[in-house]
Protein backbone atom coordinates (compact mmCIF):
# COMPACT_ATOMS: atom_id res chain seq x y z
CA UNK A 1 0.00 0.00 0.00
CA UNK A 2 3.16 2.32 0.81
CA UNK A 3 4.16 2.03 -2.73
CA UNK A 4 0.42 2.69 -4.35
CA UNK A 5 0.75 5.87 -2.62
CA UNK A 6 4.11 6.63 -3.12
CA UNK A 7 3.48 6.56 -7.10
CA UNK A 8 1.12 8.35 -6.45
CA UNK A 9 2.53 11.37 -4.90
CA UNK A 10 5.00 11.02 -7.76
CA UNK A 11 2.38 10.94 -10.52
CA UNK A 12 0.50 14.13 -8.27
CA UNK A 13 3.89 16.19 -8.25
CA UNK A 14 4.71 16.20 -12.05
CA UNK A 15 4.60 18.86 -14.13
CA UNK A 16 1.96 18.18 -16.74
CA UNK A 17 -0.62 17.09 -13.96
CA UNK A 18 -0.18 20.68 -11.75
CA UNK A 19 -0.06 22.45 -15.44
CA UNK A 20 -3.67 20.14 -16.15
CA UNK A 21 -4.80 21.62 -12.70
CA UNK A 22 -4.32 24.95 -13.35
CA UNK A 23 -5.48 24.78 -17.28
CA UNK A 24 -9.27 23.51 -15.44
CA UNK A 25 -8.99 25.95 -12.84
CA UNK A 26 -8.52 28.76 -15.65
CA UNK A 27 -10.73 27.29 -18.00
CA UNK A 28 -13.81 26.92 -15.33
CA UNK A 29 -13.21 31.16 -14.87
CA UNK A 30 -13.21 31.74 -18.44
CA UNK A 31 -16.13 29.77 -19.22
CA UNK A 32 -17.86 31.56 -16.69
CA UNK A 33 -16.94 35.24 -18.20
CA UNK A 34 -18.14 33.53 -21.98
CA UNK A 35 -21.75 32.16 -20.22
CA UNK A 36 -22.04 36.21 -19.05
CA UNK A 37 -21.17 37.23 -22.82
CA UNK A 38 -23.56 35.02 -24.37
CA UNK A 39 -26.54 35.67 -21.42
CA UNK A 40 -25.77 39.40 -21.27
CA UNK A 41 -25.08 40.76 -24.36
CA UNK A 42 -25.64 37.98 -27.27
CA UNK A 43 -29.01 36.38 -26.62
CA UNK A 44 -30.50 40.17 -25.99
CA UNK A 45 -29.30 41.09 -29.34
CA UNK A 46 -30.54 38.21 -31.04
CA UNK A 47 -33.90 38.31 -29.43
CA UNK A 48 -33.80 42.62 -30.48
CA UNK A 49 -32.84 41.84 -33.96
CA UNK A 50 -34.76 38.50 -34.42
CA UNK A 51 -38.03 39.76 -32.84
CA UNK A 52 -37.82 36.80 -30.68
CA UNK A 53 -36.30 35.54 -27.36
CA UNK A 54 -33.50 32.83 -27.57
CA UNK A 55 -34.98 31.72 -24.35
CA UNK A 56 -37.64 29.01 -26.64
CA UNK A 57 -38.92 26.28 -25.18
CA UNK A 58 -41.73 23.90 -26.34
CA UNK A 59 -43.93 23.07 -23.43
CA UNK A 60 -44.50 19.26 -22.67
CA UNK A 61 -47.13 19.52 -20.21
CA UNK A 62 -47.13 18.95 -16.82
CA UNK A 63 -45.07 21.95 -15.44
CA UNK A 64 -42.11 19.97 -18.04
CA UNK A 65 -40.51 21.95 -21.29
CA UNK A 66 -37.95 21.20 -23.63
CA UNK A 67 -35.92 24.93 -23.51
CA UNK A 68 -34.25 25.08 -26.98
CA UNK A 69 -32.97 28.67 -26.19
CA UNK A 70 -30.63 27.33 -23.67
CA UNK A 71 -29.27 24.29 -26.11
CA UNK A 72 -28.43 27.26 -28.44
CA UNK A 73 -27.24 29.49 -25.80
CA UNK A 74 -24.87 26.02 -25.29
CA UNK A 75 -23.46 25.75 -28.52
CA UNK A 76 -22.51 29.47 -28.45
CA UNK A 77 -20.77 28.98 -25.65
CA UNK A 78 -19.05 26.26 -26.90
CA UNK A 79 -18.06 27.91 -30.33
CA UNK A 80 -16.42 30.97 -28.71
CA UNK A 81 -14.21 28.96 -26.30
CA UNK A 82 -13.07 26.42 -28.97
CA UNK A 83 -12.39 29.61 -31.31
CA UNK A 84 -10.75 31.46 -28.32
CA UNK A 85 -8.87 28.54 -27.34
CA UNK A 86 -7.88 27.65 -31.26
CA UNK A 87 -6.47 31.52 -31.06
CA UNK A 88 -4.25 31.08 -27.82
CA UNK A 89 -3.00 27.57 -28.86
CA UNK A 90 -1.84 29.30 -32.47
CA UNK A 91 -0.39 32.41 -30.94
CA UNK A 92 1.72 30.19 -28.43
CA UNK A 93 2.82 28.09 -31.03
CA UNK A 94 4.07 30.41 -33.66
CA UNK A 95 5.78 32.34 -29.89
CA UNK A 96 7.58 28.92 -29.48
CA UNK A 97 8.50 28.61 -33.18
CA UNK A 98 10.05 31.75 -32.79
CA UNK A 99 11.75 31.39 -29.94
CA UNK A 100 13.58 27.59 -31.65
CA UNK A 101 16.92 28.00 -32.98
CA UNK A 102 17.38 26.54 -35.97
CA UNK A 103 19.04 23.55 -36.09
CA UNK A 104 22.29 23.44 -37.72
CA UNK A 105 22.78 20.60 -39.75
CA UNK A 106 24.89 18.20 -38.58
CA UNK A 107 28.21 17.44 -41.21
CA UNK A 108 28.21 14.65 -42.92
CA UNK A 109 30.29 11.55 -41.95
CA UNK A 110 29.75 9.95 -45.03
CA UNK A 111 30.38 10.19 -48.88
CA UNK A 112 29.48 7.94 -51.94
CA UNK A 113 32.04 5.94 -53.72
CA UNK A 114 32.08 7.30 -57.42
CA UNK A 115 33.32 3.89 -58.72
CA UNK A 116 31.21 1.44 -56.62
CA UNK A 117 28.50 3.65 -55.39
CA UNK A 118 28.79 2.58 -51.64
CA UNK A 119 28.42 4.58 -48.76
CA UNK A 120 31.93 4.94 -47.39
CA UNK A 121 33.86 6.85 -44.45
CA UNK A 122 33.95 10.73 -45.38
CA UNK A 123 37.77 10.71 -44.66
CA UNK A 124 38.58 7.50 -47.02
CA UNK A 125 40.92 7.81 -49.78
CA UNK A 126 40.97 4.31 -50.84
CA UNK A 127 36.98 2.34 -51.32
CA UNK A 128 37.12 -0.62 -48.94
CA UNK A 129 34.06 -2.52 -50.95
CA UNK A 130 35.96 -1.93 -54.28
CA UNK A 131 39.13 -0.81 -53.11
CA UNK A 132 39.61 1.85 -55.82
CA UNK A 133 41.25 4.84 -54.99
CA UNK A 134 39.07 7.95 -54.67
CA UNK A 135 40.85 10.96 -56.49
CA UNK A 136 41.72 13.72 -54.24
CA UNK A 137 39.02 16.05 -56.49
CA UNK A 138 35.95 13.81 -55.56
CA UNK A 139 36.93 14.14 -51.84
CA UNK A 140 36.96 18.31 -52.21
CA UNK A 141 33.86 18.38 -54.07
CA UNK A 142 32.06 16.44 -51.74
CA UNK A 143 32.98 18.39 -48.69
Known amino acids: MKKFFKEFKEFIAQGNVLDLAVGVIIGGAFKTIVDALIENIINPLIA?????????????????AIDVGKFIS???????IAFIIF???KSANKAKALGKKKEEEEEPTTKTCPFCKSEIDIE???CPHCT?????????QEE
Open 132 to 140: SDIPEEEAA
Open 74 to 80: AILNFII
Open 87 to 89: LIV
Open 48 to 64: RIGGTDIGLAIDLGKGQ
Open 124 to 126: ATK
